[in-house]
């Protein structure tokens, strides 16, 4: 699947250690929310005034405190990383406006010969696609799931995802899927799912069932990632 990584994402570049440090944290946090979510199993099980039972509970206490930190540590990782893309943004802007007189030249060229005057769409529209848009066939979506994706043996912590960083600042987290013609995608144990028409979040909730109707994953550790390359994320 790494060779497939690379070379479906040919022209982006790799994270830095940093970058890589983000998705280790990520995945931390997941393995976190996972070990709460046994530990309330546990607490639930026990009787009311079993000493195991109080000590379940300082044990989510502080569980719940390391992720509440984490999460704290990740968001502020975010916040570099949107720093990082506003400023690969501005640096494109301060290019193109030294290039202008001959960005308008090639223009003027280009209306002459009859073609109407059409700017490229913009980083931030790009981005906004990314997010708020909808997955159609031909598209790459990169998908990470815990145990799946990549696959983990039995109580082994999750393996961080590979993650790529594009020219324009757009971090795409997991393992690149082609969707095909027909709107759908194949991942591993599971029929294919059907993907295009749906926005991120419907196809982050469309694999999650999937592999909780299967009985392949509990609900709460269905929690799919997925990100929408955009076709022209590299440029």
């Not at 916040?79 to 301060?94: G, H, M, P, Y």
């Not at 912590?157 to 795409?172: E, Q, R, W």
Request: hydrophobic content about 40%; glycine content about 6%; aromatic content about 6%.
């Amino acid at each position: 699947m790494r060779i497939l990584h690379l070379s479906l994402l040919a022209g982006v570049c790799l994270l830095s250690v940093g970058d890589w440090s983000f998705a280790a944290d990520w995945s931390e946090y997941q393995t976190l929310s996972n070990r709460i979510t046994d530990l309330t199993d546990e607490y639930t099980r026990l009787s009311n005034q079993s000493p195991e039972r109080a000590n379940t509970k300082k044990s989510i206490e502080a569980a719940v405190a390391e992720a509440f930190d984490l999460r704290q540590k990740i968001q502020r990782e975010e916040i570099v990383a949107a720093r990082k893309e506003l400023d690969a943004i501005e640096q494109r802007l301060n290019e193109r406006q030294q290039d202008k007189a001959q960005i308008l030249q090639n223009k003027v060229t280009e209306i002459l010969s009859g073609k109407e005057l059409a700017w490229p769409i913009s980083e931030g529209r790009e981005k906004a696609k990314t997010e708020s848009g909808r997955i159609a066939a031909g598209d790459v979506i990169a998908i990470y799931l815990p145990g799946v994706l990549p696959f983990n043996p039995p109580n082994q912590p999750p393996t961080p995802p590979p993650v790529t960083n594009f020219d324009s600042g757009l971090v795409a987290t997991g393992y690149p899927i082609v969707v095909h013609t027909d709107g759908t995608v194949q991942l591993p144990l599971i029929d294919r799912i059907q993907v295009a028409g749906l926005s991120i979040r419907e196809a982050e909730k469309a694999v999650a069932n999937a592999y909780v109707e299967t009985d392949i994953l509990r609900p709460e550790k269905a929690r799919p990632m997925i990100t929408l390359i955009p076709k022209h994320g590299s440029n």
